[in-house]
Nanobody, 123 residues
Framework: QLQLVESGGGLVQPGGSLRLSCAAS????????IGWFRQAPGKEREGVSC????????YYADSVKGRFTISRDNAKNTVYLQLNSLKPEDTAVYYC????????????????WGRGTQVTVFS
């Protein structure tokens, strides 16, 4: 069974950076695609970036292309999301989830959600 724990969120000014981590437990971590999703107050959870289980193929939402980078270290059972050039509209709780495929990068096909980590971008 896959269990995920997010960390690395915080308060940052516009233009700043954060690195989020999604740490997994379970012997089959490298079998799963992992996705990062976010949910702002009053909005639905949306896909930010998802990465395949093996070859590093990744998807990015248009709103984060060129600013966010997803990566995974299967030896450490961890997926990272590097957030650069942050904007106030990036403010949300960020969650990671596991899935069979990295696309479509939508919440409905991912599972094993962690509790999330808060990212707040303020000026």
């Amino acid at each position: 069974q896959l269990q995920l724990v997010e960390s690395g969120g915080g308060l940052v000014q516009p233009g700043g950076s954060l690195r989020l981590s999604c740490a997994a437990s379970g012997l089959t971590f490298d079998y799963y695609a992992i996705g990062w999703f976010r949910q702002a107050p009053g909005k639905e959870r949306e896909g930010v970036s998802c990465i395949s289980s093996s070859d590093g193929s990744a998807y990015y939402a248009d709103s984060v292309k060129g600013r966010f980078t997803i990566s995974r270290d299967n030896a450490k059972n961890t997926v990272y999301l590097q957030l650069n050039s942050l904007k106030p509209e990036d403010t949300a709780v960020y969650y990671c989830g596991g899935g069979l495929r990295f696309r479509p990068c939508v919440p409905a096909v991912f599972h094993s959600w962690g509790r999330g980590t808060q990212v707040t971008v303020f000026s």
